[in-house]
């Protein structure tokens, strides 16, 4: 996660040089916060502490990450940073992995 942290700040300050004056669109602060959140709710998870816990959630987290990294690269695309918009689409693979160890099901294939 560290990795796509980086990276996200850097599309969060090239998207505020270029649209400071444009409230509309995503904010990538916003999906920044929105993984940080994420990030503990699946950390949780990982703990195995509780043996119960419920599937669905960690499914739907798990989906709602790859979202977020896939709105994120769109994000970084439509500000000219093809790069890093590939690096953030790279990162989808191994966030699906470790979800899946975890016992998730992912139901979103892209990007």
């Known amino acids: 996660m ?3 942290f980086t990276l996200a700040g850097g599309v969060a300050d ?3 040089d270029e649209l400071q004056d444009d409230a509309t669109g995503t904010n990538p602060d916003l999906i920044i916060k929105a993984v940080e959140q994420l990030q503990d709710i ?3 998870h990982a703990g195995g502490e509780d043996q119960s816990s419920d599937m ?3 499914n739907q987290c798990s989906d709602y990450g790859i979202q977020l990294f896939s709105e994120l690269s769109s994000l970084a695309a439509s500000i000219h940073l093809a790069e890093q918009s590939v690096d953030i689409e790279n990162l989808c ?3 699906a992995l470790w979800a899946a160890r975890l016992g998730a099901e992912i139901a979103t294939l892209e990007p």
Do not use: D, K, N, V
């Open 42 to 44: 699946l950390q949780f």
């Open 56 to 58: 669905a959630e960690l």
């Open 2 to 4: 560290e990795e796509f």
């Open 93 to 95: 693979f191994p966030f």
């Open 14 to 16: 090239q998207w505020q």
